[in-house]
C-alpha cells in the first residue's frame, strides 16, 4: 500500500484530508480545550503524552476515540502520543467498530477470536499495531499514572467521577452509536460517529504547536 512522509496508509490520509474542522462548532471547541491544552503544556515540557478514553462497556466510544488519537498524533508527527482506552466493565470490542475502521483504511487482524476477541488495529506498516480489545479503566494494559482520562461517555462521567492516577479529568462526550443496532441504520450511524470523533480529534492536534 502507498505510504506518505507520515507513513499512515493512504487511504487513511485520505479520510483524514477530507475531514473538515470548520464544521466543528464554538460549543464543542470548548468542551475540546482542556484536551489541548493538556497535550500542548507536554509537548512544550517534552514530556510524553498519555491519554486514556474511557467509556462504560469500553466497546465503541472510546475505541474510536483511541484509534483515531493515535491516528492523528501521527500525522502531526506528536510522536510522543501513547494512547489508551478503558471502562467502568469490559465486554468486548463491538464488531460494527472494526467494520467502519476498515472503511476509513485501517488494516485490522484477528489475534483472539473469543467472547472478547483481540484485533491488532494497523494505521501504517511501520508502526505497531494499536491492540484492541475491551477492558476496565485501570487493566494492567493501561497506564497508572501521569496520564489524561478523557470520558468519552455520559454514563461514564457520572458513574466514574475519580479515576486514580489520571493528571487530569475530562468529559468529551460522544452519543452512543448503540442506538442503531439492528436497524438498517446502523452502519452509516457508527460511519457517522467515527468520522465526527475523528474530525474533532483533529481539530486537537491540528492546535499544537511544537
Known amino acids: 500500500m502507498i505510504q506518505t512522509q507520515n507513513s499512515l496508509f493512504q ?13 466543528v462548532s464554538s460549543e464543542r471547541k470548548a468542551v475540546l480545550e482542556p484536551l489541548i491544552n493538556y ?6 515540557n517534552n514530556e510524553p503524552i498519555r491519554i486514556n478514553f474511557i467509556c462504560t462497556h469500553n466497546s465503541r466510544r472510546s475505541h ?3 484509534i483515531w488519537a493515535q491516528t492523528l ?13 478503558g471502562g467502568t466493565e469490559a465486554t468486548a470490542l463491538f464488531p460494527m467498530v472494526a467494520k467502519i475502521l476498515k ?8 489475534l483472539s477470536n473469543s467472547q472478547n476477541p483481540i484485533y491488532a488495529i494497523r494505521y501504517s506498516d511501520n508502526d505497531h499495531p494499536i491492540i484492541g480489545f475491551s477492558k476496565t479503566l485501570d487493566d494492567s494494559f ?14 461514564a462521567d457520572e ?7 489520571a493528571e487530569k479529568r475530562i468529559p ?8 442503531f443496532d439492528g436497524t438498517p441504520e446502523q452502519q452509516a450511524k457508527y460511519l457517522e460517529r467515527s468520522l465526527q470523533i475523528a474530525t474533532e480529534l483533529k481539530y486537537v492536534f491540528s492546535q499544537i504547536k511544537k
Open 39 to 44: 497535550i500542548q503544556d507536554k509537548v512544550s
Open 142 to 155: 493501561n497506564p497508572k499514572s501521569h496520564f489524561a482520562a478523557v470520558m468519552t461517555c455520559s454514563q
Open 172 to 179: 468529551i462526550t460522544f452519543d452512543d452509536p448503540k442506538a
Open 103 to 110: 472503511k476509513s483504511g485501517f488494516e485490522i487482524e484477528t
Open 73 to 85: 498524533a501521527k500525522y502531526y508527527n506528536i510522536n510522543t502520543v501513547e494512547c489508551y482506552s
Open 159 to 165: 458513574g466514574c467521577p475519580f479515576v486514580s492516577g
Open 11 to 23: 487511504a487513511i490520509e485520505d479520510t483524514i484530508e477530507k475531514l473538515n474542522i470548520e464544521t
Open 64 to 66: 474510536l476515540s483511541q
